[in-house]
């Protein structure tokens, strides 16, 4: 349902360009609107899916070009009940902004990035538990940023494999990887780390990209060559 007008209007935008990947989000709880990069990749643009046109576009929002973006939860401390948008560079800088594009907090990973995933659950929710709500930063390396704490944890059982994507399970509990070579790699989310479990899959492609099915049904990737698409849970 989302593809053919989404697609439409992404050509009416100018949608970034490049020949690499780019970032596209859809809002889970407010599905008709969606974002990706701009014509020059260093901006956004928004669109309201029920509207013939984009709803607005944020220029120049980094210096480099934007790799991935997400919706962020309303719950987290910085956004202060607004809708939110989470953006990474590949400089490894990522952004939280609302949706005119005004600054609220920025994050320095530190290592080049590529893709950016925040736990799904309300902030906050599971401290009872010993979990802190974190945002989890890929690329050269993962890293694992908790508000008002920094940079508390790196993953980099990868060796020297480039992650492209992360996506967290519904719960929160199990972290996958996308990273060079087609791999699909696993992580069990505990209170104080995310232990690696092993390698989930192997394309003979590059993945492209990534997510999960709603109930954690299966893995959807999508691959270089036109068409592809696998499923693995």
């Known amino acids: 349902m989302l593809a053919a007008p989404l697609a439409t209007y992404l050509l009416i935008a100018g949608a970034f360009n490049g020949r690499d990947r780019t970032g596209l989000a859809v809002d889970p709880i407010c599905p008709n609107m969606a974002v990706c990069c701009c014509v020059n990749g260093k901006g956004l643009s928004l669109f309201d899916l029920r509207m013939p046109l984009p709803l607005d576009f944020i220029y120049d929002l980094h210096p480099n070009i934007i790799r991935d973006v997400t919706f962020l ?7 202060n009940g607004q809708n939110a948008l989470l953006s990474v560079s590949t400089d490894g800088i990522c952004k939280v902004t609302t949706l005119q594009g005004r600054n609220l907090h920025t994050i320095e990973a530190n290592h080049g990035c590529c893709t950016v ?3 799904p659950e309300l902030y906050g929710s599971a401290v009872e538990d010993g979990f802190s709500s974190v945002v989890m930063l890929g690329g050269d390396m993962v890293s694992a940023y908790i508000p008002d704490a920094g940079i508390q944890e790196t993953l980099t059982d990868h060796g020297d494999t480039f992650i492209w994507k992360l996506r967290y399970t519904s719960s929160g509990s199990t972290l996958y990887t996308a990273c060079d070579k087609g791999v699909v790699r696993r992580y069990r989310r505990y209170p104080d780390r995310h232990q690696y479990l092993g390698e989930v899959y192997a394309h003979k492609n590059d993945i492209e990209d990534m997510d999960i099915s709603p109930y954690d049904e299966c ?3 999508l691959c270089y060559v036109v068409g592809v698409l696998s499923s693995h849970i």
């Open 219 to 221: 893995i959807l990737l």
């Open 73 to 79: 939860n309303n719950s987290w401390p910085w956004v």
């Open 117 to 119: 995933a925040p736990t």
